[in-house]
């Protein structure tokens, strides 16, 4: 029987309180990033956010992120900015990780057994293991692992708000009478902050969460799956 209870939260979840909260605020989050992101496709398009919303509703995460790059390489087709170019792929990419991220955190189940020696989080994957039989693998979202989603996303909603305004002074630098030297350019768009935003933190979170996934998939591809007599010794969620 579900409760609102401290134990009827621990004894479902295997999770006390605060681990909860850190993963409700971490799909809370995500849901603002959502947002920030369709704006920034709205801002790439010159839509209205009318118009925005009415293209967007119904679009995939995966979808929205296409769109975005293939609308940025249309605003840079006639007047390559490279710089330009770098943030919103790199934006693009942290976007589906994070994305990717916090669908293991919310998408996991926690199961028990004694009988069977399953204690862990899982998650149902939608292809076939070796045994032909639908993979089941653990998904460990650690409190620091959680931290680093948080941090993730500052990144990207900073990353959005930046890029919204440099397409906004460069259409404006663009259709004006200003002098179009790479210097005077440079200062209308990129030089609009400073300092500017380090583009290098974008890559940071997509990386590590390679290298984590990596490490997971070498500590158990000799494993026997979930529910094959052994106790779990993965980190709790």
Known sequence: MFENT???RRQWTGLDDEHLASIGFVNFAWNALERKFASLVWAAAGWTQEVGELVVSGMGNVSLVTLFINLLKQELKDHPDRRLWEQGASTGVLFDTIRDARNDVVHTFF?????SGVNGHFKGAPRKGRSGRAEIRTTAMSRGDIDDLCHAI???V??????ILKIWFRRRFLGGSQAESPQSYERAVHGWRNP?????RLKLYPELRARRREDAKASTKDAPPPGAGRPSSDPPL
């Open 6 to 8: 401290a134990l009827a």
């Open 111 to 115: 199961d028990w057994d004694p009988t």
């Open 154 to 156: 500052s990144d990207c």
């Open 158 to 163: 900073e990353s959005i708000d930046d890029l």
């Open 196 to 200: 500017p935003i380090d583009s290098a």
